[in-house]
């Protein structure tokens, strides 16, 4: 069904009541569409928060690319060593294999999209250790 296509899964919950997770980092991610819930193919569609002074950890997709758009709040993003201030209406792209953090100035909402080949629970690379949450990597 096209309707899949519209947030409306087949055979699984609407997009809207897709349970949301939060991360080692404190960081909450409600999926809205991606390989279990939407026909997509080579893509996902995520809502990420993060509350004021809170921040991601630090870390890097070997080869996923991404797009952060703030929705909400105000943040400073790092990008490989580069800091920008970003607000509601900003978007980033984050090639794949760029080390980068998002560090909420104040209580931050915004999508991530990804181009994934499957969802699964596997490590992101940090400086410090491997941190296991649920990532979309191709």
Partial sequence: SRLGCLGFP????????????????????????????????????????IAKGNATERHFHKVSEEFYFLLEGEGVMELDGETRVMQSGDAVVIPAGAWHQIIATSDLRFCVAARPLTVTRIPILTKTESVQFWLIEM
């Fill in 10 to 49: 087949h055979g699984g919950s609407p997009a809207f009541e897709q349970k949301p997770f939060t991360t080692k980092d404190g960081s909450t991610i409600r999926s809205i569409l991606d390989l279990s819930n939407a026909p997509v193919e080579q893509q996902s569609l995520a809502e990420a928060t």
